[in-house]
């Protein structure tokens, strides 16, 4: 599996900031699994357009689209507004989670 050095950075913000142990463990363990690549911009992506279309995206996907890879993702909102664009990527759409091991963790406070 590859991943953008953009994405790669991204995700592992996310995970030091929420992550729990158990979830920074988890990414480190993919960290290991993955070849993270230089990010490439296309020349074409740079007309996509929209309020759903931001750098990051055309990167992560112009990236996915040079080696020819399936692009994993939960950003069903660029796929669509891309794909009404005329723009088609190899994608494998998942469902959005969110990090909640550090939430279980912290205590919670009733007021009175």
């Given at each position: 599996?590859?991943?953008t050095?953009?994405?790669?950075?991204k995700?592992?913000?996310?995970v030091?900031?929420?992550?729990?142990?158990?979830e920074k463990s988890r990414?480190?363990?993919?960290?290991r699994?993955?070849?993270i690549?230089?990010d490439?911009l296309?020349?074409?992506?740079?007309q996509?357009?929209?309020?759903?279309i931001?750098d990051i995206h055309?990167?992560i996907?112009?990236t996915g689209?040079?080696y020819?890879?399936?692009?994993?993702?939960?950003?069903i909102?660029?796929?669509r507004?891309?794909?009404q664009?005329?723009?088609?990527f190899?994608?494998?759409?998942?469902p959005?989670r969110?990090?909640?091991?550090r939430?279980?963790e912290?205590p919670i406070?009733?007021s009175?």
């Amino acid at each position: 599996m590859i991943c953008t050095q953009t994405a790669w950075t991204k995700f592992e913000g996310i995970v030091n900031i929420i992550g729990g142990e158990n979830e920074k463990s988890r990414a480190a363990e993919l960290q290991r699994r993955l070849r993270i690549v230089q990010d490439e911009l296309p020349q074409h992506l740079k007309q996509l357009k929209g309020p759903k279309i931001q750098d990051i995206h055309r990167i992560i996907f112009g990236t996915g689209e040079l080696y020819k890879a399936v692009t994993t993702t939960a950003n069903i909102s660029f796929v669509r507004s891309a794909e009404q664009q005329g723009f088609k990527f190899a994608t494998f759409v998942h469902p959005g989670r969110a990090l909640t091991e550090r939430k279980r963790e912290l205590p919670i406070h009733q007021s009175n």
